[in-house]
């Protein structure tokens, strides 16, 4: 009875380590290049955040949803459902490899240290700045330039 008691509460124990696996980025309070995460008995209370996080692409009123009083009639895109960047956090700064998504698409890879970017980092840009976010966002026929940028190494 007693190691099923402690099977149950060391399973207890577990679950939220696995469900703050990747923390949302737009749960956390940016400060400068800061990231800090509220803490969980008192609200105001700030720490810098360690660990892996995530942020996703706003959800979008397509062309033709959208209404004359600035509102919406149905979202293009869901909110959450598309990766905007993905990394991880050493006390609340950048730290090991970063990534940025447009659509499907890895448009920035690289390393950070602590803030700072490291080592060989890839970037994918449209060749002029003619065409809005939103035109690329979900269409990968655009055509690319893919250039790599070279920081101190990590």
Known sequence: MK????????LIAIVPVAVEAQQDLAELVQQGDTYLKAGLIRRNNLRP???????????????RDRLDDGGCRSLATEPKSQVRTRGSLRNGKWHGLYESYSGSRVTAQGDYNMGQR???WTLETL???T????????????????????????
């Open 131 to 154: 065409f809005p976010w939103d035109t690329w966002l979900d269409n990968d026929g655009l055509s690319f330039v893919t250039s790599q940028e070279r920081y101190p190494p990590c």
């Open 3 to 10: 190691k099923a008691l402690l099977l149950v509460l060391a």
């Open 118 to 120: 490291c080592g060989i």
């Open 49 to 63: 955040h360690t660990g892996d996080v995530i942020s996703y692409v706003p959800g979008r009123c397509g062309p």
């Open 127 to 129: 060749p002029s700045s």
